[in-house]
């Protein structure tokens, strides 16, 4: 019967299959009819204008509020704005930062702030109170010099942790490039910056923006508008008006011609590639609306031409995508990716090409369809969230936008035409004027790079986006890396003082994503070592008896091979720069560089494996300050970054008493404990059982 059943089905669906005539695409359906959450508003006489979405689901409200202000120069003090936003967290008037927290925690609620707001969230019952913390951090913060020094420390950790990173690099080069320093959004923060940054500028960004005349506040949640209306006058109708400055800069210019912006990073394996140049595009208009997709189609995700080419096709990359980004002021198009060192050239090249085939060739029906199907269950997806609504609510305030900019969103997405891409290609895809940003190791790619500039010439650039002229040398006459070493060996003190010491034991303290390790490392001549390290109840112990050696760590012991075994080695060795030679370790003495804003000669040692540390010693002090190394893991190549400070005395003997490592994004800071000299290390300490 089933069978029976089955043949009955072909015989009438078969012929209705004949019917579709399968070689024509089908006509696409009209745009979805979206249902976008209402919202009500009212405004305090202060000016605050608040938007209220009631969401009965769940029983919780979520208070948002934003500043509508101009971007603000920084200048030499570039970090204080964000900065200050961090501080309005760090306690008020009436609480201490840790009564701030435990109140927040008592009812289980969050409450973050920045720059241009607050936000909060709570359950239903705790509405009130969450709200009540929340005007206490805006209309009364404490702004303590103590905080302040705590935030300040953990950004510059931050900018330390992130300052070798290429991607990090090519942001800072590129803002500068794009936009100038003498522009809110070309301006870098530093460590120098950060340094400068003084209570008082904080506290004047907040006396001058914090005010209900320029700020929005939504409220989403399990709350009507009544209530929410007799909340918020109750805890904002005191915050004070203030005439709030706005400021105008000149226009960006776009670029002319295509030019190469070559960063030397000598110890990166691949390239990190950016394409990219500002826009004259606006935000929340019917062009932006047409670029969005207009990009997607070029590179924004896995279908688009930039991915499909370099990394299906040609296999110069995991991956290549496109950013087509609207603004107030000024907007940019970039197109990026790493691409190993060998094919950084061409795939510079596949960039220009594709780019240049996108703008002048159309796009075709099926895909631009396909697009828009995508783009349009992102943006039905996203209206699931009632912050979304309330997101719209503030948008369409803030930009005075039409009312039902959003509920006609869908149709002007379904209405774009392959014309329209093809035009706004022509006018956005830019290539033969473009910014080629290279952050990679110049040795092996800039000479390949040349072809691509207009001018001839690749422009070199510091990771702060200074211009410099790598033919000239820096180093001063006279100064070779012998001279270096020496006054380094002389700086912590004296060669007949380093070679009276026979062991070394160090104890050093330091914490990472909040956990506490400590570290002891045992050290005798000429290379023996233990290191062990003490992590939250996991312990790790490397062991080198002058041959063998091995990592023990939860239960598993694994011996130390190939350049594992051989960097272990030179790790191991006690004063390693009094013997380089007889190491197989060549040095040269490879340039100048600033490193925390001080001139630095730059050592590069090549070791017998051909890998290279890269040491950074002080021109005033002498004092070796940073190095940087790679790593091999199953997870890729990782640059390994340590800097070093606080030198002290001990037994006639400098040693660095503070750290800063940097593995890839993580960062740690650590603290020397204890260095202890010829304490009489045992032999067997050191054995490899």
Not at 139 to 159: C, R
Not at 479 to 504: P, Q
């Amino acid at each position: 019967m089933k069978n029976l059943m089955f043949i009955l089905f072909l015989m009438i669906t078969l012929p209705l299959a004949a019917q579709v005539d399968r070689s024509k695409m089908p006509e696409p359906g009209p745009a979805p009819e979206i249902n976008i959450g209402d919202y009500e508003s009212f405004e305090l006489p202060n000016g605050l204008k608040v938007f209220v979405v009631e969401n009965h689901k769940l029983p919780r409200v979520v208070f948002s509020l934003i500043l509508h202000r101009e971007p603000i120069m920084e200048k030499e003090s570039t970090g204080y704005i964000s900065i200050a936003g961090e501080l309005l967290r760090a306690g008020t008037k009436n609480r201490s930062k840790d009564q701030l927290d435990e109140d927040i925690d008592f009812i289980g609620a969050t409450l973050s702030t920045s720059s241009t707001g607050v936000f909060a969230y709570s359950l239903k019952k705790h509405s009130e109170k969450i709200l009540e913390l929340m005007s206490d951090v805006i209309l009364n913060p404490a702004f303590d010099q103590g905080e302040l020094d705590k935030i300040k420390k953990q950004t510059i950790s931050g900018i330390k942790s992130s300052e070798d990173s290429p991607s990090a690099i090519s942001s800072n080069v590129r803002k500068v490039l794009l936009y100038g320093k003498d522009h809110p959004y070309g301006e870098l923060q530093t460590e120098e910056t950060v340094k400068t940054i003084t209570l008082d500028m904080c506290k004047n960004y907040y006396d001058t923006y914090f005010h209900p005349n320029i700020a929005y506040l939504a409220v989403v949640g399990d709350i009507t508008t009544d209530e929410a209306k007799d909340l918020v006058k109750k805890y904002f109708s005191t915050w004070k008006v203030k005439d709030v400055p706005t400021f105008e800069y000149d226009k960006v210019k776009i670029p002319t011609a295509r030019t190469v912006a070559m960063v030397d990073r000598d110890n990166s394996v691949q390239s990190t590639i950016t394409l990219t140049y500002p826009i004259d595009l606006k935000i929340f208009t019917d062009e932006a609306i047409k670029a969005g997709v207009m990009n997607y189609l070029l590179g924004g995700g896995a279908s688009g031409e930039l991915f499909q080419v370099l990394r299906e096709e040609k296999g110069y990359t995991y991956g290549a995508y496109s950013s087509t980004n609207a603004d107030r002021l000024i907007g940019n198009f970039s197109a990026s990716c790493d691409a190993r060192n060998e094919v950084t050239d061409s795939a510079i090249a596949a960039f220009i090409d594709v780019m240049t085939k996108f703008r002048n060739e159309n796009v075709s029906e099926e895909k631009l369809q396909a697009a828009k199907n995508y783009l349009t269950g992102s943006f039905s997806r996203s209206l699931e969230s009632p912050q979304t609504v309330a997101n719209f609510a503030l948008n369409i305030a803030r930009y005075e936008l039409p009312k039902d900019y959003y509920k006609t969103y869908l149709q002007k997405l379904n209405a774009v035409t392959v014309e329209d891409v093809k035009q706004l290609a022509k006018k956005y895809v830019t290539p033969e004027k473009a910014y080629v940003v290279v952050v990679g190791k110049a040795e092996e790619v800039a000479n390949n790079l040349k072809t691509f500039s207009t001018s001839g010439n690749v422009d070199y650039y510091d990771k702060y986006g200074n211009v410099y002229d790598p033919s000239v040398s820096k180093i001063p006459t006279g100064v070779t890396v012998n001279s270096v070493l020496d006054n380094y060996i002389t700086a912590i003190g004296g060669r007949e003082n380093i070679e009276k010491v026979k062991e070394k034991v160090s104890v050093i303290k330091g914490s990472i994503q909040g956990m506490e390790m400590k570290i002891t490392i045992s050290q005798k001549t000429p290379n023996k070592l233990l290191q062990v390290l003490d992590a939250g109840g996991m312990q790790q112990t490397t062991v080198f008896d002058g041959t063998k050696g091995k990592q023990i760590a939860m239960g598993n012991e694994v011996l130390l091979e190939g350049n594992d075994l051989l960097e272990t080695k030179l790790e191991a060795t006690l004063n390693l720069f009094l013997e380089y030679e007889k190491y197989g370790i060549s040095a040269e003495l490879t340039g100048m560089e600033k490193v925390a804003g001080n001139d630095t000669y730059k050592i590069t040692l090549t070791l017998p494996n051909d890998n290279k540390w890269i040491q950074f010693y002080d021109v005033a002090s002498g004092l070796l300050v940073k190095q940087l190394s790679t790593k091999e893991a199953p997870q890729g190549t990782f640059t390994i970054a340590i800097t070093f400070d606080d030198y002290r005395d001990v037994d006639g003997v400098k040693y660095p008493f503070k750290f800063n490592q940097t593995v890839g994004p993580q960062s740690m800071d650590m603290e020397v404990e204890s260095i202890t000299i010829n304490s009489g290390l045992d032999d067997t300490l050191f054995e490899i059982k």
